[in-house]
Antibody, heavy 120, light 110 residues
């Protein structure tokens, strides 16, 4: 059974960089069958797609966040990571990692989510 | 950027039928948008209910169905039950690797 777990600081100061890691267990992140992505949800609001990475390192980003977001993959650790720079209070959200089947919209596994608060 | 539209809320009686829609601010939804639907209850991660227009995710009851009737994607719950009360989100593929979520629909069963 695949499991995905987000980890990282729960509190980040304004203007600093938010960093999260998603650790995948029970399956290989190097599979050509899947993409790995980040989705966030501000408190009381809807879901927002942040971006996606393929095991080869190809990345795709939300155009509205692209200038501040970097997603990377570490196949040796079976992890992928998210960095959001120059954060403001608007970046306060629960951040989810999820797996999506290649050639499909099927997101079959999600992490439990990690709340990141931006505050001084 | 194209906006994905959903009804803010719906109310349905137990045993009743409700159809949620997922549209585009410009243009029509097609299978090429790979519409997916997610169910989310408070404090929980979303779970996929329908993907690629009309395929039910593993373990999802067959009272949930997806379609594209006209220019929008639709999620229909036939014979609604109390535990269907949730927020429902759709997501559409916009091309070039970009996906956009709708604002979500809060479904109340009463």
């Amino acid at each position: 059974q695949l499991q995905m777990q987000e980890s990282g600081p729960g509190l980040v100061k304004p203007s600093e960089t938010l960093s999260l890691t998603c650790t995948v267990s029970g399956g290989s992140i190097s599979s050509s069958s899947y993409y790995w992505g980040w989705i966030r949800q501000p408190p009381g609001k809807g879901l927002e797609w942040i971006g996606t990475i393929y095991y080869s390192g190809n990345t795709y980003y939300n155009p509205s966040l692209k200038s501040r977001v970097t997603i990377s993959v570490d196949t040796s650790k079976n992890q992928f990571s998210l960095k959001v720079s120059s954060v403001t209070a608007a970046d306060t959200a629960v951040y989810y990692c999820a797996r999506r089947r290649n050639g499909s919209g099927y997101r079959d596994y999600w992490g439990q989510g990690s709340l990141v608060t931006v505050s001084s | 950027q194209t906006v994905v539209t959903q009804e803010p809320s719906f109310s349905v009686s137990p045993g009743g039928t409700v159809t949620l829609t997922c549209g585009l601010s410009s243009g029509s939804v097609s299978t090429s948008h790979y519409p997916s639907w997610f169910q989310q209850t408070p404090g929980q991660a979303p779970r996929t209910v329908i993907y690629d227009t009309n395929t039910r995710s593993s373990g999802v009851p067959d009272r949930f169905s997806g379609s594209i009737p006209g220019n929008k994607a639709a999620l229909t719950i036939t014979g609604a039950q109390a535990d269907d009360e949730s927020d429902y989100y759709c997501v559409l593929y916009m091309g070039s690797g970009v996906w956009v979520f709708g604002g979500g629909t809060k479904v109340t069963v009463l």
